[in-house]
Structure formats: structure tokens, C-alpha cells
């Protein structure tokens, strides 16, 4: 019985080898500052990953990073909005704020959070938001939840992107482009 649960998805990866487009996945060995190396032993930047400045093996942020648990214990919580703000939260946004010069800084726990809530804060009613047809779903979905129309244009063609605004400018509307 097992085993016939499972052909479905044998068959399915069959047909892809088939076709060409059945991929696998690389081995390579983390490196400090966002280098891989990769199994013919030659080294890259890894660009797909949110540590391409190599921050997480600095021995300052391993050592917040112990602090904090410390602290706090571990493991990923609900967001602020759910749980309210705590007091790190307040201190690390000042001291953001300080270290750039400005009187104040906002964060947010993920890049689906800052999407969701950023993008309606930045547009209105008025709003016409062009967005590349290709954008992440968490960009899409703070599109979404504006109250601004969506517009969307062909992945990187700017020719098309400059239509669609021809199309849509007018002296009432606030034109917002997003796009990766």
C-alpha cells in the first residue's frame, strides 16, 4: 500500500528527468562572509542567501547572539504586532537610529512583515502601483494590501513599464513602482 502512494511521485520525477528539467541540489560548505565552496573545490559569494555581508560569523554578532539568548532564551517568536514590542526591540531601534544619524528607526522581524505593512503605509487611495510581474509573493502581498490599483508589467521590460505609465499618469495619481 505504501509503495503505491509513493509511485505517483516517481512517476512524476521520472517524466521530469525525461524532459530535462528534474534538478538536484548542490553541496558546498558554508564559508566567513558569505563565501560557499563548492564541491570542485573552487569558492563564490552566495548572493541567494540574507548573509551575503558574511554578519553571522562576526565574533560581535555571535556574541550578541549568545547574550541574547541568554537573555531571552531562544527560538523565533511571534511578531511585535502580535505580542506587542519589547524592550530590545526599543533598544536596538535606537541604536540603529543613532548609528545612522536620524531621530528614530523602525524594524521589522522579516521581509514578509516589512512588505505587508511598508508598502500601504507608503501609498493611498490615489496610489497606481506598477509591479514587475515577477516580484517575490511578499512584495505582491503588501501590493495587495494597499489601497492603491495594481498594475502589473512584464519582468524587466522597461518599454512596457513606460507604457502602462503613459497609460496611467495623471495629475491625481501617485505613481509607485515596484520591482527586484
Given amino acids: ?9 516517481q512517476l512524476a520525477l521520472d517524466q521530469l528527468e525525461r524532459q530535462g528539467k528534474k534538478t538536484e541540489t548542490t553541496e558546498f560548505t558554508h564559508q566567513p562572509k558569505g563565501r560557499v565552496t563548492m564541491p570542485d ?11 551575503y555581508l558574511g554578519l553571522s560569523a ?13 537573555n531571552y532564551g531562544s527560538g523565533a517568536r511571534s ?20 548609528w545612522v544619524g536620524k531621530e528614530s528607526a523602525l524594524l521589522y522581524g522579516s521581509e514578509s512583515e516589512l512588505y505587508t ?3 500601504p503605509l507608503l501609498t493611498d487611495k490615489r496610489t ?21 490599483s495594481l498594475e502589473r508589467y512584464h519582468h524587466n521590460e522597461l518599454k512596457h513599464l513606460e507604457i502602462q505609465l503613459k497609460k496611467s499618469s495623471t495629475g491625481n495619481s501617485r505613481l509607485f513602482i515596484v520591482t527586484e
Fill in 1 to 9: 500500500m505504501k509503495t503505491d502512494r509513493y509511485r505517483v511521485y
Fill in 41 to 51: 573545490g573552487s569558492e563564490c559569494v552566495n548572493l541567494a542567501t540574507n548573509d
Fill in 58 to 70: 562576526h565574533k560581535d554578532v555571535i556574541k550578541a547572539a549568545n547574550e541574547s539568548t541568554d
Fill in 79 to 98: 511578531s511585535r504586532l502580535t505580542t506587542g514590542t519589547q524592550n530590545y526591540h526599543i533598544e536596538l531601534e535606537q541604536q540603529l537610529a543613532e
Fill in 117 to 119: 505593512f511598508l508598502i
Fill in 128 to 148: 497606481v502601483i506598477f509591479a514587475d510581474n515577477k516580484i517575490s509573493d511578499h512584495l505582491l502581498q503588501g501590493c495587495q494590501n494597499s489601497e492603491g
